[in-house]
């Protein structure tokens, strides 16, 4: 049997049906989505076996999500790990989620490197794993050159909990003379946040059924697109992001804005009716 390669892959690996992304406009490509990777437990206990195993599972889409990203020309792609809420399930769960994210980072840095991805941990420290923290750095010091795709691994994160730690740390800076409240601004806000460079959400993608953002961004993705599958996270994979992406494209952004455009003599509750 052959050795596995370590040769420096130029792209991706391609899909294993050999399918590509759809031909879109890169103007209607989503720079930056939101994963909400959501019904693995579910997706595990529904086939006998224990809701860990769907998180095994979910790896792989993971790697193959991000391999569809690169591919379709997404810039940055978040990923939600482990919120600051999901501390409430058991010990055990708790245990292995904090452990297996240690051994995907372990695992898979060599392979985002090579493909152009830079990690970039999203969350806030209390609790956390030191052992994970500090591969999620190992991590980002070892792809930080990088521009293909920013991989914003979300980890004890929480959106209001990141905006409750900007509001503490912009409050200090106030206190300390360092900024003026009456110069708070959204911007301001912006640069306290986890990520202060990080995009505004485009689309946001939740697998497992569920029609909720579970705390997600709740900042960033103020006016992203949502896009709900019901497919347990372990079933998605690059070709239904491609979907969603498409569906993105067919989108209308208006962003409270609104354009007069007169094109028939409906009322203006539905289509026109004669007595
Ligand atoms: C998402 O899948 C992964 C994490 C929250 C870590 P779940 O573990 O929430 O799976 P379901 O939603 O219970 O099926
Ligand atoms: C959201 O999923 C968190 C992650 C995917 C990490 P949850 O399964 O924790 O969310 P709820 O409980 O359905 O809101
Ligand atoms: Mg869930």
């Known amino acids: 049997m052959a050795a596995k390669s370590t040769a420096v892959y130029e792209t991706v690996p391609l899909h294993r049906e050999g399918l590509t992304p759809p031909p879109l406009a890169p103007a209607s490509v989503p720079g930056h989505v939101a994963c909400v990777m ?6 595990a206990n529904s086939r006998g076996l224990p809701r860990t195993e769907g998180h095994r599972v979910g790896e792989s889409t993971m790697m193959d999500v991000v391999a569809g990203a690169v591919e379709i020309g997404i810039k940055e792609l978040s990923v ?29 840095t060599d392979d985002l490197l090579a493909w152009g991805v830079r990690v970039n941990w999203v969350g806030r420290e209390p609790r956390l794993w030191r052992s994970v923290l500090s591969e999620l750095r190992r991590s980002e010091r070892i792809t930080a050159g990088n521009e293909t795709l920013v991989l914003n691994m979300c980890l004890n994160y929480g959106g209001r909990a990141e905006i409750a730690d900007a509001a503490r740390a912009l409050a200090a800076d106030v206190e300390a003379g360092r900024i003026t409240a009456s110069s708070v601004n959204e911007r301001t806000i912006q640069r306290y946040l986890y990520s202060p460079s990080m995009r505004d959400v485009d689309l946001l993608i939740r697998t497992g059924g569920e029609q909720r953002t579970s705390n997600f961004l709740m900042w960033e993705s103020a006016y992203a697109e949502l896009y709900f599958s019901d497919l347990p996270w372990p079933e998605f994979d690059r070709t239904r992001l491609w979907h969603a992406v498409e569906a993105y494209a067919h989108r209308e952004r208006r962003f409270g804005g609104a354009v007069d455009v007169v094109t028939g003599a409906g009322t203006p509750h539905g289509p026109g009716v004669t007595a």
Not at 38 to 43: F, H, V
Not at 88 to 108: D, H, I, K, N, Y
Request: charged fraction near 30%.
């Open 80 to 108: 939600y790990a482990f919120s600051t809420e999901n501390w409430r399930r058991s010990p055990a769960e708790v245990r292995f989620l904090m452990g297996f994210t240690r051994e995907v980072l372990r695992a898979q």
């Open 38 to 43: 959501d019904g693995n437990g579910r997706w």
